[in-house]
């Protein structure tokens, strides 16, 4: 028969120290070094391909702001908005620059003198890189507040468009 044991000396034991004790005490024998010790890593080979984490984490102690591998159907509806936004932002820009309106952004200005499909090229892959890594870190409160404020900035632009257009049309 195996000894009582307490627990309570292990609610302020870092998270190492918990794994090795609870490692101990269970039945089956210890195989090999434990992957809980590591933090999640931003990048794995299960972000792309197969992952099966869906919840920050599960035990009382495990951090909210952990990266995932499966995300759901509301951040996909975020991540499809922002950049059909993109697209039209794009559209709408080349549209008013072909009805006589200028670029107030140097920078989109320089790229659009080089040409409409550097231009487009330039600027999906630029959101679309910045929605990926927001994406990937969706647990995280910079994250979420990196999606919330470019799906707002967007379609408040998406409304200048439309009112521009109201007055070119």
């Known amino acids: 028969m195996r000894p009582s ?20 005490d269970s039945a089956a024998p210890y195989r090999g070094p434990d992957r809980r010790l590591r933090p999640t890593p931003l990048l794995s080979r299960y972000t792309f391909f197969g992952g099966r984490r869906q919840l920050a984490g599960r035990r009382a102690f495990d951090d909210r702001e952990a990266f995932v591998d499966v995300h759901g159907s509301r951040l996909f509806l975020v991540v499809v908005a922002i950049v059909a936004l993109n697209f039209l932002d794009a559209f709408f820009t080349i549209f008013f620059l072909s009805h006589g309106g200028t670029e107030l952004n140097p920078l989109v200005d320089a790229v659009l003198r080089v040409g409409t499909w550097p231009f487009i090229a330039l600027k999906s892959l630029g959101i679309g890189v910045c929605v990926a890594v927001l994406t990937v870190a969706k647990n995280f409160r910079f994250a979420k507040l990196g999606l919330a404020v470019i799906l707002g900035g967007y379609s408040v632009l998406l409304g200048w468009h439309l009112w521009l257009f109201a007055q070119v049309g």
């Open 5 to 24: 044991v307490s627990y309570a000396h292990l609610v302020t034991a870092p998270a190492p120290q918990l794994v090795a004790v609870l490692l101990e």
